[in-house]
Protein backbone atom coordinates (compact mmCIF):
# COMPACT_ATOMS: atom_id res chain seq x y z
CA UNK A 1 0.00 0.00 0.00
CA UNK A 2 1.00 3.36 -0.98
CA UNK A 3 0.46 6.37 0.88
CA UNK A 4 0.68 9.42 -1.04
CA UNK A 5 2.05 12.60 1.02
CA UNK A 6 0.18 16.41 0.02
CA UNK A 7 1.81 19.45 1.59
CA UNK A 8 -0.73 21.66 2.52
CA UNK A 9 -1.22 25.09 1.59
CA UNK A 10 0.60 26.78 5.12
CA UNK A 11 3.18 24.19 4.25
CA UNK A 12 3.90 25.95 0.84
CA UNK A 13 3.57 29.54 2.01
CA UNK A 14 6.43 29.03 4.28
CA UNK A 15 9.02 28.15 1.33
CA UNK A 16 11.15 30.74 -0.86
CA UNK A 17 13.77 31.13 -3.10
CA UNK A 18 16.26 33.09 -2.43
CA UNK A 19 18.09 34.44 -5.63
CA UNK A 20 21.50 36.22 -4.52
CA UNK A 21 24.69 36.30 -6.18
CA UNK A 22 27.20 37.50 -2.31
CA UNK A 23 26.68 34.68 -0.35
CA UNK A 24 27.17 36.95 2.82
CA UNK A 25 23.74 38.41 1.85
CA UNK A 26 22.43 35.40 0.97
CA UNK A 27 23.66 33.15 4.10
CA UNK A 28 22.34 36.59 6.59
CA UNK A 29 19.05 36.50 4.49
CA UNK A 30 18.61 32.75 4.49
CA UNK A 31 19.27 32.78 8.76
CA UNK A 32 16.57 35.54 9.11
CA UNK A 33 14.20 33.59 7.38
CA UNK A 34 14.73 30.25 8.26
CA UNK A 35 14.72 31.53 12.21
CA UNK A 36 11.57 33.20 11.15
CA UNK A 37 9.82 29.66 10.18
CA UNK A 38 10.65 30.33 6.20
CA UNK A 39 12.52 27.83 4.49
CA UNK A 40 15.14 29.06 1.90
CA UNK A 41 15.85 27.59 -1.46
CA UNK A 42 18.82 28.89 -2.51
CA UNK A 43 20.40 29.99 -6.20
CA UNK A 44 23.49 32.19 -6.20
CA UNK A 45 22.70 33.43 -10.07
CA UNK A 46 19.53 34.25 -11.75
CA UNK A 47 20.26 31.11 -14.37
CA UNK A 48 20.12 28.56 -11.63
CA UNK A 49 17.29 30.83 -9.97
CA UNK A 50 15.04 30.25 -13.12
CA UNK A 51 15.82 26.75 -13.35
CA UNK A 52 15.30 26.02 -9.84
CA UNK A 53 12.05 27.53 -10.07
CA UNK A 54 10.45 25.82 -12.91
CA UNK A 55 10.98 22.89 -11.21
CA UNK A 56 10.01 24.04 -7.44
CA UNK A 57 7.24 26.69 -8.93
CA UNK A 58 4.05 24.87 -7.20
CA UNK A 59 6.06 24.60 -3.88
CA UNK A 60 7.05 28.11 -3.79
CA UNK A 61 5.33 31.06 -1.63
CA UNK A 62 7.53 33.87 -3.45
CA UNK A 63 10.92 34.54 -5.00
CA UNK A 64 13.08 36.64 -3.53
CA UNK A 65 15.85 38.00 -5.47
CA UNK A 66 18.85 40.42 -6.06
CA UNK A 67 18.75 43.16 -9.00
CA UNK A 68 22.15 42.66 -10.26
CA UNK A 69 24.12 39.37 -10.98
CA UNK A 70 26.49 37.19 -12.93
CA UNK A 71 24.83 35.07 -15.44
CA UNK A 72 21.56 36.33 -15.79
CA UNK A 73 20.65 39.31 -13.60
CA UNK A 74 17.35 39.61 -11.70
CA UNK A 75 15.53 41.38 -14.11
CA UNK A 76 15.79 38.46 -16.77
CA UNK A 77 15.23 35.96 -14.34
CA UNK A 78 11.78 37.64 -13.28
CA UNK A 79 10.86 38.31 -16.65
CA UNK A 80 11.22 34.59 -17.79
CA UNK A 81 9.33 33.52 -14.24
CA UNK A 82 6.66 36.10 -14.98
CA UNK A 83 5.92 33.95 -18.35
CA UNK A 84 5.75 30.41 -17.26
CA UNK A 85 3.93 31.94 -13.67
CA UNK A 86 2.00 35.59 -14.50
CA UNK A 87 0.80 35.11 -10.76
CA UNK A 88 4.59 34.76 -8.89
CA UNK A 89 5.01 36.51 -6.03
CA UNK A 90 8.49 38.56 -6.73
CA UNK A 91 10.60 40.56 -4.05
CA UNK A 92 13.72 42.56 -5.82
CA UNK A 93 16.30 43.57 -3.67
CA UNK A 94 18.89 46.65 -4.81
CA UNK A 95 21.23 49.29 -3.68
CA UNK A 96 20.25 51.04 -6.32
CA UNK A 97 16.85 53.42 -6.83
CA UNK A 98 14.02 51.07 -8.41
CA UNK A 99 12.48 54.30 -10.02
CA UNK A 100 15.84 54.41 -12.43
CA UNK A 101 16.96 50.59 -12.32
CA UNK A 102 13.80 48.39 -12.59
CA UNK A 103 11.83 48.65 -15.75
CA UNK A 104 7.70 49.64 -14.97
CA UNK A 105 7.00 46.56 -16.99
CA UNK A 106 8.30 44.43 -13.75
CA UNK A 107 7.58 47.03 -11.19
CA UNK A 108 3.59 46.60 -11.32
CA UNK A 109 4.32 42.78 -10.68
CA UNK A 110 6.78 42.48 -7.91
CA UNK A 111 7.88 45.02 -4.85
CA UNK A 112 11.19 46.16 -4.30
CA UNK A 113 13.54 46.08 -1.06
CA UNK A 114 15.92 48.56 -1.16
CA UNK A 115 19.84 47.52 0.40
CA UNK A 116 20.90 47.94 2.72
CA UNK A 117 18.08 46.66 4.68
CA UNK A 118 17.64 45.61 8.54
CA UNK A 119 16.21 41.70 9.21
CA UNK A 120 12.91 43.56 10.39
CA UNK A 121 12.42 45.22 7.68
CA UNK A 122 13.19 41.70 5.69
CA UNK A 123 10.59 39.95 7.50
CA UNK A 124 8.14 42.83 6.96
CA UNK A 125 8.90 42.96 3.21
CA UNK A 126 8.26 39.36 2.89
CA UNK A 127 5.27 39.13 5.03
CA UNK A 128 3.59 41.83 3.26
CA UNK A 129 3.58 40.55 -0.02
CA UNK A 130 2.85 37.02 1.40
CA UNK A 131 -0.24 39.02 2.70
CA UNK A 132 -1.32 40.80 -0.35
CA UNK A 133 -1.48 37.03 -1.78
CA UNK A 134 -3.72 36.05 0.72
CA UNK A 135 -6.14 39.19 0.43
CA UNK A 136 -6.19 38.18 -3.71
CA UNK A 137 -6.84 34.41 -3.14
CA UNK A 138 -9.60 35.32 -0.34
CA UNK A 139 -11.43 37.89 -2.85
CA UNK A 140 -10.94 35.53 -6.25
Same mark, same amino acid.
Given at each position: +???????????????????????????????????? =??????? @?? =??????? $???????? @??????????????? =?????????? #? =?????? +??? $?? #?????????????????? #??? #?????? @????????????????
Amino acid at each position: +MRMSFMRNKTDIRKNILLVEDDRAIRDLCQSVLSRN =GFECISA @AD =GVTGFET $YKVRKDDL @ALVLSDLSMPAMGGI =GMIHEILNID #P =GANVIL +MSG $YN #PDEVVPCDIRKFCSVLRK #PFT #PAQLLQ @AVKRCLECDTEVSATA
